[in-house]
C-alpha cells in the first residue's frame, strides 16, 4: 500500500463537475506500478456517457469562468501551484508507484509541472488586444482575444504531472475550461491534481478527470461538437487519427507527437559536456520521453573518445525500484516498451551494431532494462528511423558538417536536436539548418515553462509554454466599429 501524508490524494474515482463519482455501471481497471506489479488502484473505466457528462459540465461551466476578471483565475491558478509545492512529496511518491521513473526524478518533473501554473497566471493578465489604424476616418478596428470554449486534453503516461499542467494550466488562464482524458498507465497522477484543483477553488466543471478507454472516453471527447479544442501528446500515428476525427467538427488543435532526436557531438565539442548532455538526453525517464536523443552521432576525431566515455558512464547508471535510494534508472512502463527495445537492440546487433554496454533485460526482472550503448550504428538499422522510446543508445559516425545536417533532418519528425560545439559560427548555421522546434546546443536538456515547446513536421502543431502556450487556447476577434463620427440622437 503506497504510504502518502495526505491519503486522499490518492483518489478512485472519477472527477466530474466538481464531484467524485463512481458510476455503478461502469467496470473497473487496475492501476499497477511497473517495479513490481502491485496493484496501487482499481478506477472506474469511464466510458461514452461519462465523457459526455464531463464535457456538459465544462460547457455549463464555462460562461462564468470566462467571464471572470483575468486576476480572479489567476489567483486561483497560484493556489493551485502553491498546493502542488505543499504536496511535493506526495505527488513524487504517486508519481513513481506508477510511472517508475526514480523519485527524484518525479519530483523534480512535479515542480517542472507546478512551474506552469506560475507562468500562466501571470499570463492570463496579459491576454492583449490590438487597435489597428482604420481606412476611414469614422471607424475604429479592434482585436479582441476570447477563450475558445471546453477543452479536451488527452495526455501521456511518461510525463503525467508535467504534461497536465503544461495543458491545463493555459487552457484555463484563458477562460476555458477542460475534460482530461489522462493515459491509463498513470491516471493517479491526474486525479491527485484534480483534488488540489479542488481545494484551490477551481470551481466545478471548470477542470475534470476521466480516465478511459481510447475508442470510447478518447472517441466522444474528439467528436462532441460542444468541444471546441483538443490538445493531445502522444504517438504521431495516434495524433494523425485524432486529427482527422477534429476535422468533423472542425475543432482547433495542438499535437505534441512522436520525434527522432538528433544529437551530434562535433570534433571540437567539449567531450565531458556532450557526454553529459548525451546521458541528460538519452537516459532521462528510462529514455521515455519525445525528446530523448535517439541517434547520437560523433564526428570522426572524436568518435573514440566519445563511445569510451560514453560507455563508461552509462555502465555505471544504478538501475532499480525507484523509491530505492541511489536509483537512476527505474523499470520501463510495461511490457511492449521492453520488446520495442529488444526489437531495435536486436536489428542493430544483426546489421553490424557492437554492444559496449548493456545490452539485454536486467537482472531485476520484469520490466527492468540495462542501459545500452552500440557503437557501429548505420542508417539501414531501424533505430536510425523510429523512435526507441527505450534506454538504447546508438552511436552512429559522421564526417562533416554538411554530412551532419543531412543525417540529422533525414527523418519525419521535427521535435528536438541537439548539437555538441565550441565554433560559434557552426552554432548559428545549424540553428537555423536543422529542421526541429526545440534546440539543445551544448545541453541535452531545454525544458522550461517560459520556452516554446513543440515540433515541425510530423512531430506536431502549436507550441506549449511560454507566452505563445496561450494563444492555443484563444480565438482572435475583429472588430469593425464604423459611423462614430456621427452623434448620438
Ligand atoms: C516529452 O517527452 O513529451 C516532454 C519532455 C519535456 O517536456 O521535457
Redesign the pocket.
Known amino acids: 500500500m503506497l504510504k502518502l501524508a495526505d491519503p486522499n490524494l490518492l483518489r478512485d474515482s472519477l472527477f466530474i463537475d466538481g464531484a467524485w463519482v463512481k458510476p455503478p455501471k461502469c467496470g473497473t481497471f487496475a492501476v499497477q506500478n511497473p517495479a513490481n506489479g502491485q496493484q496501487l488502484a482499481a478506477l472506474p473505466l469511464a466510458g461514452r456517457d461519462q465523457a459526455r457528462a464531463a464535457v456538459d459540465a465544462a460547457a455549463r461551466a464555462f460562461p462564468d469562468w470566462a467571464a471572470r476578471p483575468a486576476r480572479e483565475r489567476s489567483q486561483l491558478l497560484r493556489r493551485w501551484h502553491g498546493l502542488v509545492l505543499e504536496n511535493v512529496d506526495d505527488l513524487a511518491r504517486i508519481l513513481t508507484a506508477e510511472q517508475g521513473k526514480p523519485l527524484s526524478e518525479a519530483r523534480g518533473e512535479i515542480l517542472?509541472g507546478a512551474a506552469f501554473f506560475e507562468w500562466f497566471a501571470e499570463e492570463a493578465k496579459r491576454v492583449y488586444g490590438e487597435t489597428i489604424p482604420a481606412p476611414n476616418a469614422d471607424q475604429r478596428l479592434l482585436v479582441i482575444r476570447q477563450p475558445i470554449g471546453v477543452c479536451a486534453a488527452i495526455t501521456?503516461w511518461?510525463?503525467p504531472m508535467?504534461?497536465i499542467p503544461?495543458k491545463a494550466a493555459p487552457a484555463l488562464a484563458a477562460g476555458c475550461t477542460m475534460v482530461l482524458k489522462p493515459a491509463s498507465a498513470t491516471p493517479l497522477s491526474a486525479l491527485a491534481l484534480a483534488e488540489l484543483a479542488s481545494r484551490a477553488g477551481i470551481p466545478a466543471g471548470v477542470f475534470n478527470v476521466v480516465p478511459g478507454g481510447a475508442k470510447t472516453v478518447g472517441d466522444e471527447l474528439v467528436t462532441n461538437s460542444s468541444v471546441r479544442k483538443l490538445t493531445f501528446?502522444g504517438s504521431t500515428e495516434v495524433g494523425r487519427e485524432l486529427m482527422a476525427k477534429a476535422s468533423t467538427n472542425i475543432k482547433k488543435v495542438s499535437l505534441?507527437l512522436g520525434?527522432n532526436a538528433p544529437l551530434l557531438v562535433f570534433d571540437d565539442a567539449h567531450l565531458e559536456t556532450a557526454v553529459a548532455g548525451a546521458m541528460a538526453s538519452k537516459f532521462?525517464?528510462m529514455g521515455?520521453?519525445?525528446?530523448?536523443a535517439n541517434r547520437i552521432y560523433a564526428q570522426d576525431g572524436i568518435y573514440d573518445r566519445f563511445v569510451e566515455a560514453l560507455s563508461a558512464a552509462v555502465s555505471k547508471l544504478k538501475v532499480g525500484d525507484g523509491f530505492e535510494d541511489q536509483v537512476q534508472q527505474g523499470p520501463l512502463i510495461d511490457e511492449a516498451a521492453v520488446q520495442k527495445t529488444l526489437e531495435h537492440l536486436q536489428d542493430a546487433v544483426r546489421l553490424g551494431g557492437k554492444v559496449l554496454t548493456g545490452g539485454s533485460r536486467h537482472s531485476l526482472g520484469g520490466t527492468f532494462f540495462e542501459p545500452t550503448v552500440i557503437s557501429g550504428a548505420t542508417a539501414e538499422m531501424l533505430v536510425a528511423r523510429e523512435e526507441t522510446f527505450g534506454p538504447l543508445a546508438p552511436i552512429f559516425r559522421f564526417s562533416s558538417e554538411a554530412e551532419a545536417i543531412r543525417l540529422a533532418n533525414d527523418t519525419e519528425y521535427g521535435l528536438a536536436a541537439y548539437f555538441f560545439t565550441r565554433d560559434n559560427g557552426r552554432v548559428w548555421r545549424l540553428g537555423s539548418a536543422l529542421e526541429f522546434g526545440v534546440i539543445g546546443i551544448n545541453t541535452g536538456?531545454?525544458?522550461y515553462e517560459g520556452a516554446p515547446?513543440g515540433g515541425l513536421k510530423a512531430s506536431g502543431i502549436g507550441r506549449e509554454g511560454s507566452h505563445l502556450g496561450i494563444d492555443e487556447f484563444l480565438e482572435v476577434k475583429y472588430l469593425c466599429v464604423a459611423d462614430i463620427a456621427r452623434p448620438a440622437a
Do not use: D, K, L
Open positions: 517542472y501521456p511518461n510525463f508535467a504534461m503544461r501528446t505534441e520525434g532521462r525517464n521515455q520521453t519525445c525528446v530523448c536538456v531545454t525544458s515547446f
